[in-house]
Protein backbone atom coordinates (compact mmCIF):
# COMPACT_ATOMS: atom_id res chain seq x y z
CA UNK A 1 0.00 0.00 0.00
CA UNK A 2 1.39 3.63 -0.70
CA UNK A 3 -0.97 6.42 0.73
CA UNK A 4 -0.06 9.76 1.85
CA UNK A 5 -1.65 11.65 4.67
CA UNK A 6 -4.15 15.31 3.88
CA UNK A 7 -6.23 16.84 6.02
CA UNK A 8 -9.88 18.62 5.20
CA UNK A 9 -9.78 22.34 5.39
CA UNK A 10 -13.78 22.37 5.86
CA UNK A 11 -13.37 21.18 9.63
CA UNK A 12 -14.07 24.51 11.07
CA UNK A 13 -17.46 25.08 8.81
CA UNK A 14 -17.93 28.84 10.40
CA UNK A 15 -14.13 30.18 9.96
CA UNK A 16 -12.47 31.08 6.85
CA UNK A 17 -9.82 28.95 5.02
CA UNK A 18 -7.09 31.48 5.40
CA UNK A 19 -6.50 31.02 9.30
CA UNK A 20 -7.00 27.16 9.25
CA UNK A 21 -4.46 26.93 7.01
CA UNK A 22 -2.02 28.66 8.97
CA UNK A 23 -2.91 26.43 11.54
CA UNK A 24 -2.77 23.23 9.43
CA UNK A 25 0.69 24.43 8.57
CA UNK A 26 1.63 25.01 11.91
CA UNK A 27 0.69 21.49 12.65
CA UNK A 28 3.50 19.68 9.81
CA UNK A 29 0.51 19.33 7.18
CA UNK A 30 1.56 19.62 3.58
CA UNK A 31 -1.40 18.74 1.51
CA UNK A 32 -5.19 19.75 1.84
CA UNK A 33 -8.76 18.76 0.67
CA UNK A 34 -10.23 22.27 0.28
CA UNK A 35 -13.65 22.53 1.74
CA UNK A 36 -16.32 24.40 0.33
CA UNK A 37 -19.12 25.26 3.65
CA UNK A 38 -20.54 29.02 2.87
CA UNK A 39 -18.36 30.23 5.46
CA UNK A 40 -15.43 29.00 5.20
CA UNK A 41 -14.21 29.24 1.27
CA UNK A 42 -16.68 30.17 -1.42
CA UNK A 43 -15.37 28.47 -5.12
CA UNK A 44 -18.18 30.73 -7.31
CA UNK A 45 -15.69 33.90 -5.85
CA UNK A 46 -12.44 35.12 -7.38
CA UNK A 47 -11.40 36.60 -4.97
CA UNK A 48 -11.27 34.27 -2.53
CA UNK A 49 -10.09 31.36 -5.46
CA UNK A 50 -7.07 33.63 -5.93
CA UNK A 51 -6.27 34.46 -2.44
CA UNK A 52 -6.64 30.83 -1.62
CA UNK A 53 -4.02 29.83 -4.08
CA UNK A 54 -1.78 32.76 -3.16
CA UNK A 55 -2.03 31.15 0.66
CA UNK A 56 -1.55 27.65 -0.38
CA UNK A 57 1.63 28.78 -2.48
CA UNK A 58 3.11 30.99 0.56
CA UNK A 59 2.44 28.16 3.00
CA UNK A 60 3.86 25.29 0.55
CA UNK A 61 0.40 23.47 0.95
CA UNK A 62 -0.16 21.21 -1.83
CA UNK A 63 -4.03 21.14 -2.46
CA UNK A 64 -4.81 17.72 -3.50
CA UNK A 65 -8.79 17.82 -4.23
CA UNK A 66 -11.53 19.98 -3.21
CA UNK A 67 -15.11 18.71 -1.76
CA UNK A 68 -18.09 20.04 -3.67
CA UNK A 69 -20.65 21.69 -1.86
CA UNK A 70 -23.75 19.88 -1.14
CA UNK A 71 -27.01 19.92 0.91
CA UNK A 72 -30.49 21.51 0.37
CA UNK A 73 -31.10 22.02 -3.29
CA UNK A 74 -27.81 20.75 -4.79
CA UNK A 75 -28.82 17.37 -5.35
CA UNK A 76 -27.86 15.13 -7.89
CA UNK A 77 -29.86 12.76 -7.64
CA UNK A 78 -33.49 15.28 -7.36
CA UNK A 79 -36.42 14.48 -9.88
CA UNK A 80 -35.98 18.34 -10.49
CA UNK A 81 -33.84 18.82 -13.69
CA UNK A 82 -33.35 22.66 -12.54
CA UNK A 83 -32.00 21.36 -8.93
CA UNK A 84 -30.02 18.73 -10.72
CA UNK A 85 -28.37 21.03 -12.93
CA UNK A 86 -27.85 23.50 -10.14
CA UNK A 87 -25.68 20.72 -8.11
CA UNK A 88 -24.13 19.88 -11.51
CA UNK A 89 -22.96 23.59 -11.38
CA UNK A 90 -21.95 23.62 -7.94
CA UNK A 91 -19.37 20.84 -8.58
CA UNK A 92 -18.10 22.15 -12.21
CA UNK A 93 -17.57 25.66 -9.96
CA UNK A 94 -15.50 23.54 -7.33
CA UNK A 95 -13.56 21.93 -9.85
CA UNK A 96 -12.60 24.59 -12.01
CA UNK A 97 -11.30 26.31 -8.63
CA UNK A 98 -9.57 23.55 -7.82
CA UNK A 99 -7.82 23.83 -11.20
CA UNK A 100 -6.97 27.39 -10.81
CA UNK A 101 -4.77 26.60 -7.39
CA UNK A 102 -3.04 23.46 -8.87
CA UNK A 103 -5.42 20.51 -7.83
CA UNK A 104 -6.33 17.29 -9.61
CA UNK A 105 -9.76 15.88 -7.31
CA UNK A 106 -13.05 16.74 -6.88
CA UNK A 107 -15.05 14.74 -4.17
CA UNK A 108 -18.69 15.00 -4.68
CA UNK A 109 -21.55 13.69 -2.67
CA UNK A 110 -24.35 11.31 -4.49
CA UNK A 111 -27.10 12.51 -2.58
CA UNK A 112 -27.96 13.37 0.95
CA UNK A 113 -31.22 12.74 0.98
CA UNK A 114 -32.46 9.56 2.89
CA UNK A 115 -33.59 6.69 0.99
CA UNK A 116 -36.13 5.58 2.56
CA UNK A 117 -39.46 5.93 0.85
CA UNK A 118 -37.69 7.08 -2.52
CA UNK A 119 -37.87 5.69 -5.92
CA UNK A 120 -34.37 4.42 -5.60
CA UNK A 121 -34.30 3.33 -9.76
CA UNK A 122 -35.29 6.73 -10.58
CA UNK A 123 -32.93 8.71 -8.26
CA UNK A 124 -30.11 6.40 -9.08
CA UNK A 125 -30.38 6.88 -12.87
CA UNK A 126 -30.39 10.50 -12.30
CA UNK A 127 -27.01 10.25 -10.26
CA UNK A 128 -25.80 7.91 -13.41
CA UNK A 129 -27.01 10.78 -15.63
CA UNK A 130 -25.24 14.07 -13.40
CA UNK A 131 -21.61 11.69 -13.09
CA UNK A 132 -21.58 10.85 -16.92
CA UNK A 133 -21.87 15.08 -17.17
CA UNK A 134 -19.39 15.80 -14.63
CA UNK A 135 -16.86 13.38 -15.80
CA UNK A 136 -16.96 14.49 -19.10
CA UNK A 137 -16.62 18.38 -17.94
CA UNK A 138 -14.09 17.65 -15.53
CA UNK A 139 -12.18 15.53 -18.24
CA UNK A 140 -11.24 18.84 -19.92
CA UNK A 141 -10.12 20.61 -16.94
CA UNK A 142 -7.63 17.53 -15.85
CA UNK A 143 -9.66 16.80 -12.93
CA UNK A 144 -10.82 13.52 -11.65
CA UNK A 145 -14.50 12.83 -10.29
CA UNK A 146 -14.45 11.17 -7.11
CA UNK A 147 -17.28 9.88 -5.47
CA UNK A 148 -17.71 9.37 -1.75
CA UNK A 149 -19.87 6.29 0.19
CA UNK A 150 -22.37 7.63 1.67
CA UNK A 151 -24.08 7.63 4.83
CA UNK A 152 -26.09 4.21 5.01
CA UNK A 153 -29.39 6.26 5.22
CA UNK A 154 -29.01 8.20 2.51
CA UNK A 155 -29.25 7.40 -1.32
CA UNK A 156 -26.18 5.62 -2.41
CA UNK A 157 -25.33 4.54 0.93
CA UNK A 158 -26.27 0.61 0.55
CA UNK A 159 -23.37 -1.31 -1.32
CA UNK A 160 -25.90 -2.21 -3.64
CA UNK A 161 -27.08 0.91 -4.48
CA UNK A 162 -23.64 2.35 -5.10
CA UNK A 163 -23.11 -0.88 -6.99
CA UNK A 164 -25.63 0.28 -9.24
CA UNK A 165 -24.49 3.64 -9.82
CA UNK A 166 -20.86 2.27 -10.44
CA UNK A 167 -22.05 -0.49 -13.02
CA UNK A 168 -23.59 1.95 -14.78
CA UNK A 169 -20.39 4.00 -15.59
CA UNK A 170 -18.44 2.89 -18.02
CA UNK A 171 -14.58 3.27 -17.04
CA UNK A 172 -13.55 4.04 -20.33
CA UNK A 173 -16.24 6.50 -21.13
CA UNK A 174 -16.80 7.77 -17.58
CA UNK A 175 -13.77 7.61 -15.43
CA UNK A 176 -14.65 8.02 -12.10
CA UNK A 177 -12.81 7.19 -8.68
CA UNK A 178 -14.25 6.71 -5.40
CA UNK A 179 -13.38 8.30 -1.31
CA UNK A 180 -14.03 5.39 0.69
CA UNK A 181 -15.31 7.16 3.90
CA UNK A 182 -14.43 5.32 6.97
CA UNK A 183 -17.12 5.85 9.15
CA UNK A 184 -19.94 6.34 6.48
CA UNK A 185 -19.10 2.59 5.60
CA UNK A 186 -18.53 0.98 8.93
CA UNK A 187 -21.49 2.86 10.66
CA UNK A 188 -23.57 0.94 8.43
CA UNK A 189 -21.69 -2.49 8.31
CA UNK A 190 -21.08 -2.55 4.99
CA UNK A 191 -17.09 -1.62 4.90
CA UNK A 192 -15.97 -4.65 3.46
CA UNK A 193 -18.83 -4.64 0.82
CA UNK A 194 -18.00 -1.18 0.00
CA UNK A 195 -14.52 -2.44 -0.58
CA UNK A 196 -15.47 -5.12 -2.97
CA UNK A 197 -17.85 -2.96 -4.73
CA UNK A 198 -15.79 0.34 -5.53
CA UNK A 199 -12.17 -2.01 -5.75
CA UNK A 200 -9.37 -0.34 -8.04
CA UNK A 201 -11.86 2.60 -7.90
CA UNK A 202 -11.01 3.51 -4.99
CA UNK A 203 -8.12 6.79 -4.76
CA UNK A 204 -8.87 8.36 -2.09
CA UNK A 205 -9.89 7.87 1.16
CA UNK A 206 -11.99 10.30 4.01
CA UNK A 207 -10.24 8.69 7.37
CA UNK A 208 -12.30 9.63 10.53
CA UNK A 209 -14.08 7.81 13.48
CA UNK A 210 -17.34 7.30 15.48
CA UNK A 211 -18.52 6.09 18.75
CA UNK A 212 -21.36 3.72 16.61
CA UNK A 213 -23.97 5.57 16.58
CA UNK A 214 -23.43 9.01 14.19
CA UNK A 215 -20.96 10.60 11.75
CA UNK A 216 -18.78 11.71 14.92
CA UNK A 217 -15.85 13.52 12.65
CA UNK A 218 -13.23 11.99 15.16
CA UNK A 219 -9.27 11.27 15.18
CA UNK A 220 -8.27 7.96 14.14
CA UNK A 221 -8.48 5.66 16.76
CA UNK A 222 -10.41 7.79 19.41
CA UNK A 223 -13.27 5.84 18.42
CA UNK A 224 -15.22 2.90 17.73
CA UNK A 225 -13.80 1.26 14.54
CA UNK A 226 -11.00 -1.69 13.86
CA UNK A 227 -8.25 0.36 12.32
CA UNK A 228 -6.49 -2.48 11.47
CA UNK A 229 -9.41 -4.40 9.28
CA UNK A 230 -9.38 -0.93 7.72
CA UNK A 231 -5.51 -1.14 6.95
CA UNK A 232 -5.08 -4.88 5.83
CA UNK A 233 -7.84 -4.29 4.27
CA UNK A 234 -6.40 -1.24 1.77
CA UNK A 235 -3.08 -3.51 1.59
CA UNK A 236 -5.11 -5.91 0.19
CA UNK A 237 -6.13 -3.79 -2.42
CA UNK A 238 -2.68 -2.74 -3.23
CA UNK A 239 -4.39 0.97 -2.21
CA UNK A 240 -2.66 3.86 -3.40
CA UNK A 241 -3.67 7.30 -2.97
CA UNK A 242 -4.39 9.72 -0.17
CA UNK A 243 -5.75 9.27 3.01
CA UNK A 244 -7.80 12.74 3.86
CA UNK A 245 -8.67 13.51 7.58
CA UNK A 246 -11.97 14.57 7.91
CA UNK A 247 -12.21 16.10 11.56
CA UNK A 248 -14.47 17.94 13.07
CA UNK A 249 -13.46 21.16 14.71
CA UNK A 250 -11.84 20.96 18.00
CA UNK A 251 -13.35 23.02 20.97
CA UNK A 252 -9.36 23.85 22.00
CA UNK A 253 -6.32 24.74 19.31
CA UNK A 254 -6.33 23.04 15.68
CA UNK A 255 -2.90 22.73 15.63
CA UNK A 256 -2.34 20.57 18.80
CA UNK A 257 -5.68 18.16 17.62
CA UNK A 258 -4.27 17.87 14.63
CA UNK A 259 -1.03 17.16 15.50
CA UNK A 260 -2.45 14.45 17.26
CA UNK A 261 -4.38 13.25 14.66
CA UNK A 262 -1.92 12.81 11.86
CA UNK A 263 0.59 10.62 14.56
CA UNK A 264 -2.45 8.49 15.08
CA UNK A 265 -3.44 7.79 11.50
CA UNK A 266 0.10 7.12 10.91
CA UNK A 267 0.66 4.64 13.52
CA UNK A 268 -2.73 3.25 12.54
CA UNK A 269 -2.88 3.63 8.91
CA UNK A 270 1.31 2.79 8.42
CA UNK A 271 0.93 5.70 5.71
Known amino acids: MKCRLAVST ?20 SAVEVGTPPRHFDPWRTDEVTALGARLKRLDIQPIAIHAPFGGLLDLTDPNPQHRHAAIGAVLSAA ?3 RDVGGSRVVVHVSDVPRAGQNLSERIGHAVDSFRVLARACRYMNVTV ?23 LDQSRTPVAVCLDTS ?7 WDRFVRVAGPRIIHVHANDHRGHRDDHLRPGDGTIDWTHVRESLEALGFEGWIVLELACPDGAVTSYVETAMRQARTLLAC
Do not use: K
Not at 10 to 29: S, T
Not at 184 to 190: P, Q
Open 146 to 168: VIETPLPHLIGGHPEDFAAILES
Open 184 to 190: HTTLGGH
Open 96 to 98: SAL
Open 10 to 29: GCCVNRPFAGILDELHAAGV
